[in-house]
C-alpha cells in the first residue's frame, strides 16, 4: 500500500483567516469524526463542537508546530473522548439504576459513508475505534506517519504497527462478510 | 490489504453535510466578535522561549554579579585608602584571631585594620595599657641591620626608648630582629606608621587594656586611707586616752600611713604604665608570602556568583523534591489518562 505524503504545514497557512480554514477542512474533520464515532449525526455535533473549541483557541495555533489539520484533528479527538467518556459514564449510571437504555453502536444510525459496500461498512464498524481512527487519519485523509503519531500522540512507528494489523484485521473481516 | 478496498475507503469519505457547514460558518462569522482581549495579549510559553530564557537567566545572574561584586570592590578600595598607602599588607592569621572588642580585656582585643598607619589609636582621657605588635619582613641582611638601626632613632625621636633588643644576623640563614620600644602612648600611632614603613607588614596585632577601673580604685583607697589617717590623728589629740589605747591607735595610724604610702605608689605605676605604650617589633629576612588584602576586583564577582549558585543549590533542594513528586504526579495521570482512552477507543 502507499500512502502519499503532505506537504508539511506552511506559513500562510497561519496567516489564513480561521474561517478559510474552518472550510478547508471540514471535510477532514468530519470524515475522521464520522469513522471514530461509527455515527454521522454524532460527528455532525463533535464536528461543530471541535470548530468552536478551535476558534476559541485559535490564536494558539501555531503553524510552525504542525498544519491546522492535523491541529484540528487533535481537538476533534480530544472532543471525541471526552464525548466517549461521558457517553460510558452515562451508561454506568444508567446500569445502576436498571434502565436498560444505552447507546446503539449505530444501529439507527445512517451508514459511515453513503458510497461504502456493505461488506466494508460492516467490516469497518466491527474494528475498534483506536483502530478505525488510525485509518481514518492514514488513508481518508492520507496524513504522512508523523502527521497521525502527532495526533494520535503516539510515535510514527507505534502509528505503523497499529496502521498495518488495523487493515489487516479489516481485511479479514470483509472476506468474512463477503 | 488490497488496493481496491483503500481505493474505496478514499472514494466514499463522508463529506460534511450542509447543514454542519453552515453551523460552522456561522462560528467564523463571529470570529473577530468573540475574540477575547485578553486572547490578543496572552503571552504563551512555548519550549522555544523557555529555551530562550534559561541562558538569559544566566546572563543576568552574572551581569548582577558583576555590578554588585564591582562596586563592593569599589567601596572596599576606598575604605583602603582612608586607612593608608597601598603597600602590599597582609592580614595574618594571628591578627584576626585578636580582632576583639576595645573594650574588653586584653586577650580580646579590638579590630585590627589591614594597615599600620590604621591602626586605632589609644582612647584620650582615659587610662590604657597599650601594646601592639608588627611583623616585618626586610629583604636581606643589610637591610635588616639599618631597620634596627631606624627602629632605635624612630623611638627616640618619640621620647621613647628601647626596653630589650635582639639581633641575629648570620652570614646565612634567616636574620632576625626582636625590639621591644617603649614610647608614650600619645605618639604610638606616629611611631607604628613609621616603623611599619622599614619593610613589608606580615602581621600586625595589637592589644589595649582599660587601666581607668584600677585607678580610680586605687584613688578612692587612698582617699579612704586619708580619711582614716585624719580620724587617728584627731583621736591621738585627745587627753583622755589611756596609754594602752593611744599605743593601739598609733600603731593604726603607722599602718595607714604605710599602705597610703604603697597605693600611692602603685597609682604613680598606673599611670605610668598608661602613659606609655609597648611595641613589640619583630624583622625578620625570611621570606613570607603575603596574601594581599581584599584579593583580585574579580573576589567580588566571585563572591556573589558563588552566593548565587547556592541561593539556586538551596531553591533546587527545597524545591526539588516538590518538582519530582509533581512530575511523578503528572507522569502517573498521563499514563492513566492513556490508559482510559485506549480502552474507550477499544470499546468503541
Redesign the interface.
Known amino acids: 500500500m502507499t500512502l502519499p505524503r503532505r506537504q508539511p504545514a506552511s506559513v500562510a497557512e497561519q496567516a489564513a483567516s480561521f474561517a478559510a480554514t474552518a472550510e478547508e477542512h471540514l471535510d477532514d474533520v468530519y470524515a475522521y469524526l464520522v469513522y471514530l464515532t461509527r455515527d454521522r449525526s454524532l460527528a455532525e455535533d463533535l464536528a461543530a463542537d471541535t470548530f468552536e473549541k478551535a476558534l476559541k483557541h485559535w490564536r494558539r495555533f501555531d503553524a510552525s508546530r504542525g498544519s491546522a489539520r492535523t491541529w484540528l484533528c487533535q481537538i476533534a479527538r480530544t472532543t471525541a473522548l471526552d464525548w466517549f467518556r461521558a457517553e460510558e459514564r452515562r451508561r454506568r449510571r444508567e446500569e445502576r439504576a436498571a434502565v436498560p437504555e444505552r447507546f446503539e453502536d449505530g444501529g439507527l444510525s445512517p451508514g459511515l459513508s453513503p458510497g461504502l459496500s456493505p461488506e466494508l461498512e460492516a467490516a469497518l464498524r466491527e474494528l475498534s475505534a483506536g483502530e478505525r481512527e488510525v485509518i481514518a487519519l492514514r488513508v481518508l485523509l492520507e496524513l504522512d506517519g508523523d502527521e497521525a503519531a502527532r495526533v494520535l500522540g503516539i510515535s510514527p512507528t507505534a502509528v505503523s504497527t497499529r496502521l498495518s494489523r488495523a487493515l489487516k484485521k479489516l481485511e479479514e473481516k470483509v472476506s468474512i462478510h463477503v | ?3 481496491t ?2 481505493n ?10 450542509s ?3 453552515e ?3 456561522a ?5 473577530h466578535a ?2 477575547p482581549f485578553l ?2 495579549l ?1 503571552f ?1 510559553w ?1 519550549w522555544r522561549r523557555l529555551a530562550l530564557a534559561v541562558p538569559a537567566t544566566v546572563v543576568v545572574a552574572f551581569a548582577a554579579a558583576g555590578v554588585i561584586g564591582l562596586s563592593r570592590d569599589g567601596a572596599r578600595d576606598q575604605v583602603s585608602a582612608v586607612g593608608g598607602g597601598d603597600t602590599a599588607v597582609t592580614s595574618s592569621t594571628f591578627e584576626q584571631a585578636q580582632a576583639e572588642d576595645s573594650a574588653a580585656p586584653k586577650a580580646a582585643s579590638p579590630a585590627l585594620p589591614s594597615r599600620a598607619t590604621g591602626i586605632v589609636p589609644p582612647a584620650t582621657g582615659q587610662l590604657q595599657r597599650y601594646e601592639a605588635e608588627l611583623r616585618l619582613q626586610v629583604d636581606d641582611v643589610e637591610a635588616l641591620s639599618t631597620a634596627t638601626k631606624r627602629a632605635q632613632q624612630i623611638a627616640r625621636s618619640h621620647d621613647g626608648s628601647i626596653a630589650s633588643l635582639q639581633y641575629d644576623a648570620p652570614s646565612e640563614g634567616v636574620g632576625t630582629a626582636q625590639i621591644t620600644l617603649r614610647v608614650p602612648t600619645a605618639r604610638v600611632q606616629s611611631a607604628m606608621a613609621q616603623l611599619s614603613q622599614l619593610g613589608t607588614i606580615v602581621g600586625q596585632r595589637y592589644g589595649i587594656d582599660d587601666l581607668q577601673a584600677q585607678a580610680d580604685s586605687l584613688q578612692s583607697q587612698i582617699e579612704a586611707t586619708q580619711r582614716q589617717i585624719a580620724q587617728l590623728v584627731s583621736r591621738l589629740q585627745s587627753t583622755t586616752l589611756s596609754d594602752a589605747e593611744r599605743a593601739v591607735l598609733q600603731s593604726r595610724l603607722s599602718n595607714a600611713r604605710t599602705k597610703l604610702t604603697g597605693l600611692r605608689e602603685e597609682l604613680r605605676g598606673t599611670n605610668a604604665e598608661a602613659r606609655t605604650a609597648t611595641i613589640y617589633l619583630t624583622m625578620t629576612t625570611e621570606e613570607i608570602q603575603a596574601v594581599p588584602v581584599g584579593g583580585g576586583r574579580l573576589d567580588g564577582v566571585k563572591d556573589v556568583l558563588a552566593w548565587e549558585a547556592i541561593a539556586l543549590l538551596y531553591a533546587l533542594v527545597v524545591v526539588g523534591p516538590f518538582l519530582i513528586v509533581g512530575v511523578i504526579v503528572w507522569l502517573m495521570l498521563r499514563l492513566r489518562r ?1 490508559h ?3 480502552r ?5
Open positions: 490489504m488490497s488496493e478496498l483503500l474505496e475507503i478514499r472514494a466514499t469519505k463522508p463529506e460534511a453535510p447543514a454542519l457547514r453551523r460552522v460558518r462560528l467564523s462569522v463571529q470570529e468573540r475574540e486572547d490578543r496572552r504563551t512555548g492513556r482510559v482512552e485506549t474507550l477507543l477499544e470499546q468503541n
